[in-house]
Each structure stands twice: as C-alpha cells, then as structure tokens.
Nanobody, 113 residues
C-alpha cells in the first residue's frame, strides 16, 4: 500500500506563492498518473491538477495559468507550484494517484490578508 505525505502548506497573502510537496512510498511511482486535489470547508474534494507518467499535465480551469504540477520520479515526489494565490484557493490539499490509494493527511493552504 502506498503512503502519501503532503507538506508545504501555510498562510499566505493574496497574490502570494506556495510550493506543495507530496512524497509517496513504494517502488512503482513512475508508472502512475499523479494528481493534486483540494477540499474547501463545506465543499466536495475537487481535482486540481494531474501529471501523467509521460509528463503531460492537465489543470482545473480555476487554477490554469497559476498552478504548475511537476514530478521527480527519482525522489517519488510530486509538486504543486501555486502562484497568484486567491482566497478561494483556501483548502486542504491532497495528492493521490490513479487509481486511488488511501488518502494522506493533506496540507492546509490558507490565503488571507
């Protein structure tokens, strides 16, 4: 079973930036599509970005042009660079793969002045 550990969240002002990291255990990291999700209070978890094993990326319309997903297969790590953050980006951010594994703890991102 793959274990997921997210980090890098915090409190940031609108317009600021954060870089999230997700380290995955296991030896098959490189063959999977990996995704970042987020869940805001009172809302369903939503897909934010994904990166395939070949490096192709897709983004939710709400973050396109502001967020960048990347992966380091050697370190079994995926990243989410978040720029031009908005208050509506406030949520707990989670990573997972396709197909899904058990969810990690997530990392809280709060965008507020």
């Amino acid at each position: 079973q793959v274990q997921l550990v997210e980090s890098g969240g915090g409190l940031v002002q609108p317009g600021g930036s954060l870089r999230l990291s997700c380290v995955a255990s296991g030896s098959m990291f490189r063959i999977y599509t990996w995704r970042w999700y987020r869940q805001a209070p009172g809302k369903q978890r939503e897909l934010v970005a994904e990166i395939t094993s070949g490096g192709s990326t897709n983004y939710a319309d709400s973050v396109k042009g502001r967020f960048t997903i990347s992966r380091d297969n050697a370190e079994s790590t995926i990243y989410l660079q978040m720029n031009s953050l908005k208050p509506e980006d406030t949520a707990v951010y989670y990573c997972n793969k396709r197909p899904l594994e058990s969810w990690g703890q997530g990392t809280q991102v709060t965008v507020s002045s």
